[in-house]
Antibody, heavy 117, light 107 residues
């Protein structure tokens, strides 16, 4: 059974940092691009970042460039999102997902990040 | 960056109705588009890939069409379990974009 399990969310003050993790199992993690997608409370989906299988290519939505860093550890079947200089508008549920292959549509359950003083 | 304009933002329909949702891309994206369904408190689920191909296990009442800049998701006969929010996602460029979403509600 495929599983993506996010962790690391929580309450953080504006300007603070948080590192999200996503543990993958049940599929060949190292074979797929991976993504982070977020959803602010009551709002739509927003793609945040992608990372290539070997980590050599990374892409970000403009609003997080320079503040967020996506990374992966294929030996640990894990995906990460380092979030720095957090703002109130970064408050959202963050999903780890594998979407880049037509036949693969895997999502985690999401982890909530709340940026507030 | 490629912008996706999805319409309508919401609609009310009855069980058995035919429902159509549209996404327009700000530039041509070939058929690099997927359609997703999301129910409250749940992760999204892809229904359609490559603009018109049905994801495995998805009921055949769902269909997609289009290429280039205009795309359509059609539900041929709305079922109770189809009341949800639907999103398009373009992956033509390295920077992906979701549409704003369409909430399908019960009339």
């Amino acid at each position: 059974e495929v599983q993506l399990v996010e962790s690391g969310g929580g309450l953080v003050q504006p300007g603070g940092s948080l590192r999200l993790s996503c543990a993958a199992s049940g599929f060949t993690f190292s074979s797929y691009w991976m993504s982070w997608v977020r959803q602010a409370p009551g709002k739509g989906l927003e793609w945040v970042a992608n990372i290539k299988q070997d980590g050599s290519e990374k892409y970000y939505v403009d609003s997080v460039k320079g503040r967020f860093t996506i990374s992966r550890d294929n030996a640990k079947n894990s995906l990460y999102l380092q979030m720095n200089s957090l703002r109130a508008e970064d408050t959202a549920v963050y999903y780890c997902a594998s979407l880049s292959n037509y036949f693969v549509d895997y999502w985690g359950q999401g982890t909530l990040v709340t940026v507030s003083s | 960056d490629i912008q996706m304009t999805q319409s309508p933002s919401s609609l009310s329909a009855s069980v058995g109705d035919r429902v159509t949702i549209t996404c327009r891309a700000s530039q041509g994206i070939r058929n690099d588009l997927g359609w997703y369904q999301q129910k409250p408190g749940k992760a999204p689920k892809r229904l359609i890939y490559a603009a018109s191909s049905l994801q495995s296990g998805v009921p055949s009442r769902f269909s997609g069409s289009g290429s280039g800049t205009e795309f359509t998701l059609t539900i041929s006969s709305l079922q109770p379990e189809d009341f949800a929010t639907y999103y398009c996602l373009q992956h033509n460029s390295y920077l992906w974009t979701f549409g704003q979403g369409t909430k399908v509600e019960i009339k």
